[in-house]
């Protein structure tokens, strides 16, 4: 009788022991991970009883919280509506939180240690507590102007203070109203979603950051990089043909267009100016893979590594190259080679920063609900891509590119602005995607832009990066270099 009471008795001790030990895990252990999913209802329905921090640009809101006079005390809002939606994202009541919104979710809805001491006041006194607020780094006239640029294009925007690495304007298009996704109906919520997800233009996506295209004619500056770090100068006469097949392969490689360089040699300024991919193709197999990866590692490519902006930004690589054909065709930015556009914006940065590349970030500060500063992002250098001499030279050889060869649009007079266009082929039956990366410099300010637009380009000619892309770059630059911000 008392031998089956104690199996009993041990078999409940055992399941009263396991349900204290899950219970521990979940919370000691799953704790953070479960509070932060942005499925987590539970936490949000909490959070909706406190009023949610700002997210700022420029001293005015693009994402607020107000008050309601329904069950859910407040409303999150966003004025900045689809110019700023890729970044700030969207705080839903079902589907969580995506951008900066989850990103900076702990210190907006307030639960950051740093805001401890105003939650324990706000307990003590009986007030409401506050979430905190997030500044941004985004200049508002260059994110204007980078999206009034795009238009209803596909594309993404760019632009950095290369010396601090702050991200002034980053535009992703098509774009959406995070309104909808963020209102306190159900219903209206799904519809609002389902209809985004099921887009095929794919608005929900963050280009600048998530999106990885092959870069054409702009990577020809990291074979540059990597041939003046071996040795050449602008001056150096590459092999210049009209085709160029490389070894292992009957397939010619021509410039597009099928276009001359008008000698059998040319110097490298002039073939990164008038961008012959013959010259670069052959000079990337001259220089063999080991230095395009060394060269294109120090600017960020190809390491592995994800950056955090806080938002994380996808890695850029090289892809394979298994053999010479393919070491020609990736030194021409086509093949396995695949930039985001944030990425491609760091290239001009480090030349522009005399070949420092520093982390670049969205976060400014972060502010109590009194505006009290709690903390500030402090600049950071990532690596050193080139050396001062080189960022010099390759400086001198895309000014070229803007003065004289397929980057004419990019020109602001007055200002010395040096750059580089791409035409990328994409996918059969396609038309290439078109680039302009560059940096300007005026009165002691400086800013580096990316720029693509999607089969923005002209299968037939080089010059439509210049054409559709250097223009959008050209007006972001000005407007950093002239307003008050970045």
Same mark, same amino acid.
């Given at each position: ?244 097949? *490389? ?52 600017? %960020? ?13 996808? *890695? ?28 491609? !914006? ?32 402090? *600049? ?11 960022? %010099? ?76 892309? !250097? ?7 000005? !407007? ?7």
């Amino acid at each position: 009788m008392n031998r089956p009471i104690r199996r009993v008795a041990l078999a409940m001790l055992v399941l009263f022991g396991l349900l204290i030990a899950n219970a521990n895990y979940v919370q000691v252990f799953q704790g953070d991970k479960l509070r932060t999913d942005p499925g987590n209802t539970r936490v949000l329905l909490d959070e909706y009883e406190r009023q949610r921090g700002t997210i700022v640009v420029d001293g005015r809101p693009v994402a607020e919280s107000v008050p309601t006079d329904d069950k859910l005390k407040y409303l999150r809002r966003y004025p900045g509506g689809k110019t700023y939606a890729p970044v700030t994202g969207f705080y839903s009541l079902i589907y969580g939180a995506t951008g900066i919104e989850q990103a900076e979710n702990d210190f907006l809805s307030g639960n950051d240690n740093r805001l401890f001491t105003r939650r324990l006041s706000a307990l003590l006194t009986g007030r409401d507590p506050r979430g905190g607020n997030v500044v941004l780094t985004l200049n508002q006239q260059a994110q204007a102007t980078a999206v009034r640029g795009l238009g209803d294009r596909a594309g993404a925007v760019v632009a950095i203070d290369p010396s601090t690495g702050k991200i002034l304007a980053m535009a992703s298009t098509p774009s959406y109203d995070p309104n909808p996704i963020s209102s306190h109906d159900p219903s209206s919520i799904r519809a609002a979603y389902n209809k985004l997800a099921n887009d095929p233009d794919d608005p929900l996506l963050n280009r600048a950051i998530n999106a990885r295209y092959p870069p054409g004619s702009a990577f020809k500056v990291i074979v540059a990089a990597a041939a003046l770090q071996n040795g050449r100068n602008p001056d150096t006469l590459l092999d210049c043909p009209q085709a160029y097949t *490389p070894p292992g392969t009957r397939t010619a490689l021509h410039n597009f267009g099928n276009e001359s360089c008008g000698a059998s040699k040319v110097t490298m300024q002039a073939a990164l100016t008038n961008s012959y991919n013959t010259a670069f193709a052959k000079l990337g197999v001259d220089l063999g893979q080991s230095a395009i990866r060394s060269a294109a590692a120090g600017f %960020g490519i190809g390491t592995g590594d994800a950056l955090q902006t806080p938002l994380r930004v996808s *890695p850029s690589s090289l892809g394979d190259i298994p053999d010479t054909p393919a070491l020609a065709q990736s030194s021409i930015g086509q093949r396995d080679v695949a930039l985001t556009p944030l990425q491609a !914006a760091m290239i001009a940065a480090a030349v522009s920063n005399n070949g420092v590349l520093m982390t670049p970030y969205l976060v400014d500060r972060v502010e109590a609900p009194d505006l009290t500063v709690l903390d500030t992002t402090q *600049p950071k250098e990532l690596s050193t891509a080139v050396s001062p001499e080189v960022a %010099g030279q390759l400086t001198q050889m895309m000014r070229s590119v803007v003065q004289r060869g397929t980057g004419r649009k990019a020109q602001i007079p007055g200002v010395d602005v040096a750059g580089k266009t791409g035409t990328a082929e994409n996918a059969p039956d396609q038309a290439p995607h078109a680039w302009f990366i560059g940096f300007a410099h005026q009165n002691g300010k400086q800013v580096a832009v990316a720029v693509i637009i999607e089969h923005g380009g002209n299968s037939g000619s080089e010059t439509t990066g210049g054409e559709a892309a !250097a223009p959008i770059a050209r007006d972001v630059m000005q !407007a950093v270099l002239t307003s008050g911000g970045g």
